[in-house]
Nanobody, 115 residues
């Protein structure tokens, strides 16, 4: 299983971006795909999760502004980010957990929000 994250960039505060996480390999082996973010010097923070059964989780810090969705046909999970704030600036990583608990990480994609 390999993950390819994309969609980061520079955006003004109040703007929006959509991140994509394309999963290649055995997508059926994956139980959950999540987005994390990390600022240098800080721990990696869980932002949102998408479960195979359709359930989603969104962290309180971004609830109401970020949504997570998936296109199972395209093996892709999206993180739609709106009303961006400067504190959302971070490197965003997608992560997948297989049913056997194996974890996979994609490379990060940098989101920079200018105030």
């Amino acid at each position: 299983v390999q993950l390819q994250a994309s969609g980061g960039g520079l955006v003004r505060a109040g703007g929006s971006l959509r991140l994509s996480c394309a999963v290649s390999g055995n997508f059926a082996s994956i139980g959950v795909v999540a987005w994390y973010r990390q600022v240098p010097g800080n721990q990696r923070e869980l932002v949102a999760s998408s479960f195979t059964g359709g359930e989603t989780y969104v962290a309180d810090s971004v609830k109401g502004r970020f949504t997570i969705s998936r296109d199972n046909g395209a093996n892709t999970v999206f993180l739609k980010m709106g009303f961006l704030k400067s504190e959302d600036t971070a490197t965003y990583y997608c992560q997948a957990t297989a049913w056997n608990r194996d974890e996979y990480w994609g490379q990060g994609t940098l989101v920079t929000v200018s105030s």
